[in-house]
Structure formats: C-alpha cells, structure tokens
C-alpha cells in the first residue's frame, strides 16, 4: 500500500533517451520513494479515505521530478553589487579579478564570516532554491582557498545537508584562484592544496569532488592536469570549470580525465566537444553566466547536442557572474541563449543533472524506485514552464515522498 498517490495529466518522468516520457496518470509513493508511476485511474480502493492513502488531485498542475542544481557555489560572503558600474563601463570579467576583486573580494569576506554566518546565508539560498523547485544541489568551496576557510565552509554544506530539504553534493575548489599570499608563486599553492588540503578534506569526508578553474591567469592546463592527478589520486570525482572565457583544451582535459562534467564551455573547440561525447562526460551549461558575463557568447549547445553529448543545465549560483537561486530563472536563458529546446532545457536540470553529480541512479527522474522528489508547478503543459518566465510557477515540492513546500511556501524544515 502507497502512502501517498498524485494524479495529473503531464506527469513528466524523464525516463527515455529523449523528451519529457509524460505519463497522463498517477504516480504512488511508498517510504519516501516511487513505487509505479502508470497511465488512468489509480486502484478504486486507494481513493477510498479509509484506505489511509493520501491522494493528491494535480490534474491541473504538471508534475516534474525535483530540479538538480549541477553546479553552485553556493557558500560565500558578501554581495558583488558594487561591480556592476565598472561592468557596464566594460572592464571584463578576468581584469576585476586581476585588479584583486571579484573572487578575491568575495574570498576576503567569506574568511571574516563566522561558520553560522555563512551558515545562515547559504540556508536562505537554499529555501530560494527549494521554493524555485530545486531539491538537490551541487555545492562548491573555493571562497576561502586557505585550509581554514575552506574546511570552515564544506562543514557548512555538511551541516546543511543534514538540517535542509534539499540534499547537497559537495565539491572542494580550492583550485577557483590563487590566493593573495601565493601570488606569483602558483606551483606554491598547489603542492599546499595536494599536500595539506585534499587529505584533511578527504579524511573528514568533506567533499565527494574536486573541482579547477582552468582559466587563462588562474590555472593553466598544465596546472589543471597535476590538480586533477592528484585529486584522483586521493579519490576525488573530477570536475572542471573548462573552456569558460579562452579556449585552453579545457573539454580535452576533462574527457582526459574521465571527470563526471565539465562546466561552462562556451570557448570549447570541435574537438573538445567531440572528446566529451566519446568519453561520456556531462557537459554541464550555465547561460545565466553567460548572459550575466555581457560578452554575448554562449556555449554551442546545438554542436554539442548533436554530436551525443549529455548536456545538463545549472545555476553556477555565485556572488560575481550569476547571483540567482532558481534555476526557473534560467530556463529562459537556455532557450533563447543556447538554443535548447524546453524538453532537453528540462531533463538538462533534471536527469542530465543527476548524471554531472552521480546520482542518476536515485533522482532525476520519476521512475519506481527513486526518491520521491517531486514538484507540482502550476502550468498547463511542460513546455509551458519554458516559455513563460519571471515568475514562480512552483505550487507544491516533495522532498522524498514529504511535502516541504506547498502553496509556494515552505512548510517544514
Ligand atoms: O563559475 N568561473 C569561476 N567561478 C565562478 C565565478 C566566481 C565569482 O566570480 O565569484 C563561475 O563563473
Ligand atoms: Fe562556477
């Protein structure tokens, strides 16, 4: 016996290799996961209120598995207002950071923080994300980059992971800059993140992955390949912020590698591309950043698309290039701007999603057996959550089978 059956008209498993696999229906939820998900009436005697099933009426709502925000750095200080005015005089992304702001501005706060500061600001990013329909989410370091901060902010998402609705997945970027103290001195930071970071973050079981800014002036590829070694080495998933701004062989790497995803990618060349397809890495797209970066570029999804590449789609929620907790907000983003369509924007923040953090066997999807992370939006088809945007479209949000969010609000912890 289910404890909880929900009918709709566009029950939007995500199962297939293609489309949205809508199921016009019911789906019934036993201990937190899917137990059947099938086309007409549920079982006459389910629906009787004696039988102590809860039924849900959504023949009105489309019913989508929780969003997975692949990629966030979601523990910082802070706020980056303040550059707005020299963006929209043109200084470029990488010259504020060369300038010692943008990251490093973010870094020196994020180290001032106490832990329940940053505590309390992730936690109400984290109610934005679940009330926008995200149920898990990616979280990186890489606002501290000495051993303090950094370990300081992983126990943050730890301790949040624990206390908040929305399951996180997290990932030391230790490798996001080179800190002030190692200016000049790259190869100095890096044997102290090999030697002394990694182990104590490992040890303390604070990270599932490792993640580099291969970027022109932050890590070369060369750079990038030692990091991504060692952090293999010492048992880390590999991710890589690859190909963002100067196409440096970032895609090539990372198929390398044989690293979960790689992120961002708008400079990645045919051949990275190509690599990515082969090698079975998600390709992970952000066009928030892009449309926030002014540069008018965006990473060629279509070329990546048609060449058999995953292509999921993520916040990159961060004080500087992509201050946004929904990934709602981005769907307009990934359609105009990269150009997919709402099915594949769809299964990139859902089942494409759990793939870039490894946990397509249990999210990402409506299928018996995975958790029952569920969203009812209030929309009359799935295509329709794309095209309409600016507003919450959020009604109701399960979180392994218990309602955590209804009528657009939160209702428990
Ligand atoms: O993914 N590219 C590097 N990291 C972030 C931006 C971080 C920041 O500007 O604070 C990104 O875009
Ligand atoms: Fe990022």
């Not at 200080?77 to 950071?97: H, N, T």
């Not at 002394?196 to 604070?206: D, F, H, S, W, Y």
């Not at 590449?309 to 983003?333: K, M, Y």
């Not at 959550?385 to 309602?403: C, E, I, M, P």
């Amino acid at each position: 016996m289910p404890d909880l059956v929900i009918r709709s008209h566009h029950i939007a498993t995500m199962s297939g290799e293609t489309g949205y696999g809508l199921v016009d229906g019911w789906l019934a939820v036993s201990g937190g996961r899917i137990l059947a998900v099938e086309p007409g009436e549920p079982p006459e005697a389910w629906l009787e209120s004696s039988s102590g099933v809860t039924c849900v009426d959504a023949r009105d709502r489309v019913v989508l598995p929780g969003y997975v925000d692949a990629h966030t750095h979601l523990v910082h200080a802070g706020s980056r207002e303040d550059e707005l005015a020299m963006k929209l005089e043109g200084v470029p992304y990488l010259d504020i950071l060369a300038r010692g702001g943008g990251i490093h501005g973010t870094v020196r706060r994020t180290r001032e923080a106490t832990e329940s500061e940053l505590y309390r600001k992730a936690e109400g990013s984290l109610d934005r994300m679940l009330m926008h329909g995200t149920t898990t989410a990616e979280a990186k370091s890489g606002y501290g980059l000495d051993l303090e901060t950094e370990v300081k902010c992983l126990r943050v998402v730890q301790a949040l992971d624990r206390s908040h609705p929305v399951d996180l997945v997290s990932t030391y970027l230790g490798a996001h800059a080179v800190p002030s103290g190692f200016r000049g001195n790259t190869r100095g930071y890096m044997d102290f993140m090999i030697s002394t970071v990694m182990p104590q973050v490992r040890a303390e079981g604070l990270a599932e992955f490792i993640d580099v800014f291969c970027e022109e002036g932050v890590f070369s590829p060369d750079e990038t390949r030692v990091l991504l070694e060692a952090g293999r080495k010492a048992g880390f998933g590999l991710k890589l912020h690859a190909d963002e701004i100067v196409p440096l062989g970032g895609a090539e790497l990372a198929a390398e590698f044989g690293a979960v995803s790689a992120d961002h990618l708008l400079a990645a060349s045919d051949a990275g591309i190509e690599a990515l397809a082969r090698a079975g890495v998600t390709a992970v797209l952000l066009p928030g950043t892009s449309f926030y970066l002014m540069t008018g570029r965006f990473a060629r999804a279509r070329r990546m698309i048609d060449a058999g590449v995953r292509v999921a789609v993520a916040t990159d929620f961060n004080p500087g290039t992509c201050p946004c907790e929904s990934l709602q907000a981005i769907q307009v983003f990934a359609c105009m701007g990269l150009r997919m369509t709402p099915a594949e924007i769809l299964r990139g923040m859902t089942i494409h999603a759990a793939h870039a953090i490894r946990r397509q066997h249990v999210i990402g999807s409506i299928e018996p057996g995975k958790w029952a992370d569920l969203v009812l939006h209030d929309a009359p088809n799935p295509d329709w959550l794309v095209y309409h945007f600016g507003s919450n479209t959020v009604d109701r949000v399960y979180k392994k089978g218990q309602a955590v969010v209804s009528d657009g609000r939160r209702i428990s912890s």
